[in-house]
């Protein structure tokens, strides 16, 4: 399986401002996918992020709240714009496996504290 | 879109002892997952299930696919302090674009 980090792990931001979380994997791969987990809840994506193509997202995200980048195929950041507490929340990053996305990898997360 | 029912919510065991819990669907899957998460950690990868009726094991723990493919169970023997964790099964939803994961069972094992 891929080995994912991800950047920061956890960070405490004020409302209003934003922050880029980073999602790195040691190969290449085709799709990379962005879940929230709010406090103590099930996973819940986000957006799937393909290189060289504009992020899909899902029902209730948006672009202007959520943009992502995926520069390259082992690479992708995630940006929470303009937060409020409720964007307090765990933020994954996974890759597929070999199976594409019958099976994916995930990252440690990133914990977010908005006050 | 898809939703995956798992239970039990929660369980307290005691050390040594086996747990067993399940997820069920409405609807027909090809492919059940079951992840562990650890706190401050990110879900990882326990068993893969690809056919109906099919058994799967790694170590301790086991799963299986139900053969109407609308369910899966996960049993973990002798359960030990390292087994805490929540568990959630997964499966890929029909258009096969993503993921649809339950609801989670915490697992608190107790010495």
């Known amino acids: 399986s891929a080995v994912i980090s991800q950047k920061p792990s956890r960070d405490i931001c004020q409302r209003g401002t934003s922050l880029t979380i980073q999602c790195q994997v040691d190969?290449?791969?085709?799709?990379m996918f962005w879940y929230r987990q709010q406090p103590g809840q099930s996973l819940t994506l986000i957006a799937t992020?393909?290189?060289?193509?504009?992020?899909?997202?899902e029902s209730g995200f948006v672009i202007d709240k959520f943009p992502i980048s995926r520069p390259n195929l082992t690479f992708s950041t995630l940006t929470v714009s303009n937060m409020s507490p409720e964007d307090s929340s765990i933020y994954l990053c996974?890759?597929?496996?070999?199976?594409?996305?019958?099976?994916?990898?995930f990252g440690p997360g990133t914990r977010l504290t908005v006050l | 879109g898809q939703q995956l029912n798992q239970s039990p919510q929660s369980m307290f065991i005691q050390e040594g002892e086996d747990v067993s819990m399940n997820c069920t669907s409405s609807?027909?899957?090809?492919?059940w997952l079951w992840y562990k998460q650890e706190p401050g950690e990110g879900p990882v990868l326990l068993i893969a299930?690809?056919?109906?009726?099919e058994l799967t094991s790694n170590g301790r723990l086991t799963a299986q696919f139900g053969i109407t493919r609308k369910d899966s169970f996960l049993n973990i023997s002798a359960s030990i302090p390292s087994d805490v964790g929540i568990y959630f099964c997964?499966?890929?939803?029909?258009?096969?674009?993503?993921?649809?994961f339950g609801s989670g069972t915490q697992l608190t094992v107790l010495p």
């Open positions: 996974s890759v597929e496996g070999g199976r594409g996305v019958d099976e994916q990898f």
């Open positions: 190969s290449q791969v085709t799709m």
């Open positions: 992020a393909n290189q060289g193509s504009e992020a899909t997202y």
């Open positions: 609807s027909i899957f090809n492919t």
């Open positions: 299930l690809y056919k109906a009726g």
């Open positions: 997964a499966g890929p939803d029909g258009s096969a674009r993503q993921l649809t």
